[in-house]
């Protein structure tokens, strides 16, 4: 991007089956295909119900990329295995990856399992709290620079009137179809997109889940773009969920900057059965908020401008949902994903990642790297055929 402006949402989500004609098809494998336009996306590929998983809408990494990995007849997956160290060779000075040790979870078992090159993706805050526990040497990267988006959420509220002449029917039912359909993006600052849930979610998301304290107390400044902010309660709370088929929210997400002082370090007190837990800090940086706060107001003024009749800016407290950068490319890793001070030691998950990507969703970017890093491990340790 190189400037402001809006496009499609690109969603990893199959297209609907055609046959899906009316809201008595139903909406179970093997009848149907594809999205069944029924939501709930956000939650993870539940549809079509009862469809192999390799069948689901919603191309996770578990759909699309693990049953096409298996097929090669290559891969083994060990389930219930829990690694606890990563197991090196210090030979010649050289510090080399030469396997990983793993607790079977069910039997409590250790096990240790040699390899010619180790693959860390056990998540942005697994993933340090591994190599940290593993006694690897501790750079002044690892762990640190955690990004996570930093959101907010605007929503706004139509009445029938105004659908009908904009979109010409009288609801918007957030909870069909592909529920994330635009996004708008601003360079250097982040983006926000539409977003939709089910209606007991979107009453958590759209309305409670809030640091800025209850609605009904927080004055608002009449020249800011949104009539309400904070948490909405009782019958407020009824009263705009009876609204919720003419709501439209818009997630933002901010690109928030990698910074030393967030991200994972070992608990010195705390520890579960795999060694101690990782300590997670992440404070929003006043330049971040700035950010944030520019983007929030443009989403206002977008559902102000689209005839929203109430603007509601929720203030969302940090989440940890979007969670990149903790073993940037650049700083622990070489362009490649190997680590600069293990040999044979690569990152796979989205803790590789130098920053937050300018605050889209992650999920594509990361598993477009984790591809071209298994590429350059081909290159680097493997002959290709
Ligand atoms: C509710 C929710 C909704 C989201 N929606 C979207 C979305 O719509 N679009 C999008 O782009 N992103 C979305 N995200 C973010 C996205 O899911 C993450 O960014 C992405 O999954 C991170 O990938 P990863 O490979 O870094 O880590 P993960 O997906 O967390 O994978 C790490 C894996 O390692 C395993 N593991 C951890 N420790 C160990 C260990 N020691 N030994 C063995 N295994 C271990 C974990 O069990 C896990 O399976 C969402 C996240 C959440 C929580």
């Not at 250790?110 to 180790?118: G, I, K, R, Y």
């Not at 477009?368 to 298994?374: E, G, H, N, V, Y």
Request: charged share 25%.
């Amino acid at each position: 991007m190189t400037e402001a402006g809006y496009r499609n949402q690109p969603n990893a989500i199959t297209q609907p089956d055609e046959d899906i004609t009316d809201s008595d098809t139903p909406l179970a494998g093997p009848d149907v295909r594809g999205s069944v336009l029924a939501g709930h996306e956000y939650q993870g590929p539940v549809h079509p119900l009862g469809a192999p998983v390799d069948e689901k809408a919603k191309r996770s990494s578990l759909v699309s990329w693990v049953p096409a990995a298996l097929e090669t007849g290559h891969v083994t997956i060990r389930p219930n295995a829990f690694v606890t160290r990563v197991v090196t060779d210090t030979t010649g000075g050289t510090v080399t990856a030469t396997g990983v040790e793993f607790r079977d979870t069910w039997t409590g078992e250790t096990h240790e399992v040699s390899a010619d090159v180790v693959v860390l993706a056990a998540g942005s805050i697994e993933t340090p709290r591994l190599w940290l526990k593993s006694g690897l040497p501790d750079g002044d990267w690892v762990g640190r620079g955690m990004t996570t988006h930093w959101f907010d959420m605007v929503v706004g509220v139509f009445d029938e009137e105004t659908l009908e002449e904009q979109i010409g029917q009288p609801t918007l039912n957030p909870h069909v179809g592909q529920v994330s359909a635009a996004r708008y993006e601003e360079p250097g600052v982040g983006c926000f997109e539409t977003f939709g849930y089910n209606p007991g979610l979107a009453s958590l998301v759209n309305y409670s889940f809030s640091r800025a304290g209850y609605s009904f107390d927080q004055a608002v400044d009449p020249a800011d773009p949104w009539d309400s902010v904070g948490r909405v309660v009782g019958r407020d709370l009824k009263s705009k969920m009876a609204d919720y088929r003419r709501t439209l929210s818009i997630i933002v997400l901010t690109d928030d900057r990698p910074r030393r002082e967030n991200g994972v370090a070992l608990d010195p007190r705390f520890a579960d059965e795999h060694g101690p837990v990782p300590l997670v800090r992440w404070e929003p940086h006043p330049d971040d908020s700035a950010r944030r706060e520019q983007l929030a107001r443009t989403a206002a003024t977008v559902l102000r401008a689209a005839g929203a009749s109430h603007v509601h800016r929720v203030d969302w407290p940090p989440l940890l949902l979007h969670i990149q950068s903790t073993m940037r490319m650049g700083e622990v890793t070489d362009a490649a994903g190997e680590a600069t001070e293990v040999a044979r030691l690569f990152i796979g998950d989205h803790s590789l990642l130098a920053n937050g990507v300018g605050g889209v969703n992650p999920t594509h970017t990361g598993q477009a790297l984790a591809l071209r890093t298994a590429d350059r491990i081909a290159e680097r340790y493997f002959e290709r055929e």
